[in-house]
Every structure is written in structure tokens, then in C-alpha cells.
């Protein structure tokens, strides 16, 4: 069985956030690993006492220890069992020591790393047509980057010595204490420019123009973000580019309207193929579709051609063409014509006779919002 938390840190349940913090700062030092050289069983208290003050020093997660216990995080966080690395529980020493905390020694534990320089982002935006949506694409585009300029040369920093840390070390009640920061003079990557080639700028780099190709996957929806890693500008030294950020765009279509994964389609037929019914092809994004009308369609009515709309990203699903019926009704008639439809408004046949399944335009847009 787990170990309560509390008892790990020696404090009661109704403990302020206070006595943790000390509850837990007193065990870091005790069983600090710098204090504790190959010892297995400190090694592992340190680390105990780590993961209850992650619980226990979280307002939310202490709420949900004392109303759940363990149980609370089995499926996931620090109750999983995935336990916690050196440098998770590293990373929290600044809220109980203050600063970048170092740890006790030279090494091990409290070992100092240089910063490995990261280059900027790069953004740009891509447009797209339905069809390219439909099947994904690979996009050819030229960007624009910085990169390191041929012939520059780096050494390390004499601030500091190629680690890029600066290392400051107090006398404490507790002790010795070393705090570390990243070094002001290389931005915390250990080297500095020794020789800018001419036509750089200030940090030795060019500017080249690049031809990025770019795979889109099917099913993408305007205002996603594809990312192309190491494609945006270089960074100094040893350093790691940045990303490449596309934006997609989604240009209108002439006939279709997206709505997620469906289409939809306004479909115009005559009065003549309204009344006797006709089988129609229609122009799909990659191909044709035959629509079979029915004699006596109604304008306003809706076709769904299941799994003829657009893939879902991840390829688990794909949308509905939904296909809208509209009764073209013609603006100029013939003397023959107009004698021939003044003959039938008293006809039976032609006297509206809405049946259930002719909903009106109201009860339409009802179930758009239902």
C-alpha cells in the first residue's frame, strides 16, 4: 500500500501551506542526493518527499488527496506510477529556496548544464481549395530564413567558461547554498562570436530564401496550425532552428459550402423535371454522382449522398454531401405557356397539398438549432 503523503512529510492533515513548504525543505536537505552520495534509500525518501509536495503543496491537488486519497491520481500525474525524474523534482526547488536553485555540490544532483540557443519561429499562411482538402496535398512554398553565416567562427564565453551559467553561492542557516542563472553575455549558450564573416548581422547570420515542401494531410479546416520542425530560422553556435508555422486558409468555393466534414449543394431543376421526376449527374469534388429526383419534388428539399463530404484529419470518418432541391421557376413564358398554367390554377393537381414530410421553412431552420 502507498504511503499517506502527510506521513512521508511528518505533518499533520490540517497543515498550513507554510509548514509543508518546511515540512518538505527540511527532507530535500536531509536527503538531498549531492548530501547523500550512492545512497539508494536517501535517493528514494528525496524522491518521496518530492512527489507528496507536488500533491500537497497544490492547493486543487491537496483538496483532492484529502477527499480521495491516491485514488485521485492513479490514472494519471504523480499517483500513476510513472514516478517522478531528478529534473522534474529539480525544477520545483525555485519555489522552496528561491532562484535557480543549484543543489549542494559541483556535481551530480546540483551538476550545472549549458542552454542550447533555440532560433525563432517562422509563420506563414497557406491557402487552400475544397479539393486539395479532399485528398491533401504537398505544397512547394519558398521561405524566407535566417541561417549562420559561412566562415563565422565561435569560442567560449569568458563570462562563463563555455557553461553558460553563472553560479552564485550563499552561506544560509541550512548551509551552503549555490543558485544558478543563465549568463547575461551568451544568453546562457557558453559561446560568443569570435569572428562575424562581413554581410552578416549582429549575431552572424544571413538571410537565404529556401524551397519548403509541405505535406498537408486531408481534412484540414481553416485556422489549423501544421507545424514543419527546424525550418524556421537558425539559431547561434550549436544551436536548434525553429519551426516552419503554417497557417491554413480555405479559399470559398464556387458551388460548395463547407460545414466541417459536410458539403452542402444547391441543386436548381425545372418545373418539368420537378413534376415528372428525372435522374440527374452532378459535378462531386473529384467526380460525378447520378441523383435520382423523385416526380412531384418539392423545392426545399434535401438529398444526403452518405460518405461523399470531406475526411476527417485523423482518417476516421468522412461527411455527407447534403444536396438542397430548388425549383427553378422560369421569369418569361410564352403566350402558349402562360395560357397553359392559367388552365390549371383551379386543377385539383395543382392545389398545394403539403403532407408531413414537407416541412415548412420555420420547422427547417428548428431543426438546424434542435
Known sequence: MKEDFYDILGISKGASADEIKKAYRKMAIKYHPDKNPG??????????????????????????????????FENG??????G?????IFSQFGDIFGGAFGGFGGGGFGQQRSTQRRGSNLR?????????????????????????????????CANCNGT?????ITNTILGRM???????????????????????DSQGMIQEEETVSIKIPAGVEEGMQLKVTGKGNAALS??????LLVLISERPHENFIREGQHLHLDVYVSISEAVLGISKDIQLLNGKVRIKLDSGIQSGKTLRLRGKGLPDINGYSTGDLLVHINVWTPKVLSREQKKFFQSMIDDDNFEPKPDKSDKSFFEKVKDMFS
Open 77 to 82: 500525474g504523480f499517483g500513476s506510477g510513472s
Open 84 to 88: 517522478m525524474n531528478m529534473d522534474d
Open 124 to 156: 506563414i499562411k497557406v491557402s487552400l481549395s475544397l479539393e486539395e482538402i479532399l485528398s491533401g496535398v504537398d505544397k512547394k512554398v519558398k521561405v524566407k530564413r535566417k541561417v549562420q553565416a559561412p566562415g563565422i567562427e565561435y569560442s567560449n
Open 178 to 200: 549555490q543558485a544558478s542563472s543563465p549568463c547575461n553575455t551568451c544568453s546562457g549558450s557558453g559561446q560568443t562570436i569570435s569572428n562575424r564573416p562581413p554581410g552578416s
Open 39 to 72: 545512497d539508494k534509500a536517501a535517493e528514494a525518501n528525496f524522491k518521496k518527499a518530492a512527489e507528496a509536495y507536488e500533491i500537497l503543496g497544490n492547493p486543487q491537488n491537496k483538496s483532492k488527496y484529502d477527499q480521495y486519497g491516491h485514488a485521485a
Open 238 to 243: 550549436n544551436g536548434v532552428s525553429g519551426d
Open 164 to 168: 553558460g551559467q553563472v553560479t552564485r
